[in-house]
């Protein structure tokens, strides 16, 4: 195995990382990106965040746009693979980097992106597995362990990355969280990207069945590292009528918690119409 980028020729350096902030991120969540952005500094990256960047060509994909796919993939292969590392806050867009372009692409391409991919990876699996974060010495914030706080798994990170205990690491060591437990963490909310435009009637059973899981472990707050995921939740929850706080799980470690939930403007718009 070659030696990581941050210490070729035995000499440790900060590594370059260029942070992939994802769609979602930039248009519905941007303290997502913020946050990213100062845990990656924090273990000591020097970080990037390219203006060039726009969607990783995941939902044509999905729909079967496989030319369309792989001009995105181009695209974002050439922006991209100067850096050391890619790190997004999503095991969606970064599966989509590590498994799929690969696979879309031939020839030279393919072996850009088999490079590139080999240096991709999710936030939370990064900041445990590569970059490993110090653990803070102030005690927990005592609001915050009062709370019983439930991790979703989505199903891009935890099937094809295989991020499981990073995150819930990660909240022990940076938020002193001990997050409860679902009883079914291992099935789909739902969201599933296209799936939830394509089949809604079915998506919309299986988030109703993520939350009442939710509600049962006891949780008043559910964090998850896919926006997708969260904002999916977070709406069937409001139309629904039940209270759950949602948080990407970088807002936690980083302490971005003065911004309202997730979804949460719109709940208390629905609550006074």
């Known amino acids: ?29 941007p303290s997502v990106a913020f946050a990213s952005l100062a845990l990656l500094k924090a273990a000591g990256c020097r970080v990037s965040v390219p203006e060039a960047q726009t969607c990783c060509g995941q939902p044509g994909y999905n729909s079967g746009d496989y030319r369309g796919a792989r001009d995105v993939a181009k695209r974002v292969i050439g922006m991209l ?3 050391d590392y890619v790190v997004a806050p999503s095991g969606s867009c970064a599966g989509m980097i590590v498994k799929h372009y690969p696979s879309l692409l031939e020839g030279e391409w393919k072996e850009r992106a088999q490079a590139l991919a080999s240096r991709t990876w ?11 974060l110090a653990a803070v010495d102030q005690a927990p914030e005592a609001a915050l362990t009062r709370r019983r706080i439930a991790y979703h798994d989505s199903c891009a990170g935890l099937r094809e990355l295989n991020i499981r205990e990073q995150p819930r690491r990660l909240l022990r060591k940076r938020a002193g ?8 963490r291992d099935v789909c909310c739902g969201f599933g990207g296209t799936f939830c435009a394509k089949m809604p009637e079915i ?26 995921c969260l ?8 139309r629904e009528g039940i209270y759950l706080e949602f948080r990407h799980v970088v807002e936690l470690i980083h302490d971005q918690r003065s911004k309202e939930g997730i979804g949460a403007s719109n709940a208390n718009e629905t609550d006074t119409q």
């Not at 195995?1 to 969540?29: E, I, N, Y």
């Not at 699996?125 to 490993?132: A, Q, R, Y």
């Not at 904002?231 to 409001?238: D, E, K």
């Open 122 to 132: 999710e936030i939370c699996s990064f900041l445990t597995d590569v970059m490993p």
């Open 81 to 83: 693979e100067n850096a």
């Open 177 to 184: 969280v001990e997050t409860v437990e679902l009883e079914k």
């Open 203 to 228: 998506s919309a059973t299986m988030a109703s069945e993520k939350l009442r899981d939710a509600i049962d472990s006891g949780a008043d707050m559910l964090v998850g590292g896919d926006l997708g």
């Open 1 to 29: 195995m070659s030696p990581a980028p941050h210490t070729r020729k035995g000499r440790s350096r900060r590594p370059k990382v260029a942070l992939f902030v994802t769609c979602l991120a930039d248009v519905f969540r």
């Open 231 to 238: 904002l999916s939740l977070a709406g069937r929850a409001s």
